[in-house]
């Protein structure tokens, strides 16, 4: 069993930045990270495979969110930029222990077998 810990979120101001970190135990294929808002369900945000050949992104993160991983620490990265209120929520990495065919598995929560136990992030107007 792999385990995953987040950290690096925080409060911020609309238009500011964070970047959430990840550490797996463990080696990992894909990693990513979805996020909850109060009172919503869980959303993919990003996810890249280890050899980097998939990087995916939410609409509504493209072009302000930037995913990254250093395989050698078993980690991946979130740099989020020009953050708005509506990116609040608390942020769970994920990560799957081997691959799939379809590149469009990653989208979905149900894919992925390790989870952190999520950071918080809060975005003010």
């Known amino acids: 069993q792999v385990q995953l810990v987040e950290s690096g979120g925080g409060l911020v101001q609309a238009g500011g930045s964070l970047r959430l970190s990840c550490a797996a135990s463990?080696?990992?294929?894909?990693m990513g990270w979805f996020r909850q808002a109060p009172g919503k369900e869980r959303e993919f945000v990003s996810a890249m495979t280890r050899s980097g050949g998939t990087t995916l992104y939410a609409d509504s993160v493209k072009g302000r969110f930037f995913i990254s991983r250093d395989n050698a620490e078993n980690s991946v990265f979130l740099q989020m930029n020009n953050l708005k209120p509506e990116d609040t929520a608390v942020y769970y990495c994920a990560a799957t222990p081997t691959g799939t065919f379809y590149s469009s598995n990653y989208y979905y929560a149900r894919n992925y077998d390790y989870w952190g136990q999520g950071t918080q992030v809060t975005v003010s107007s």
């Open positions: 463990g080696r990992t294929y894909a």
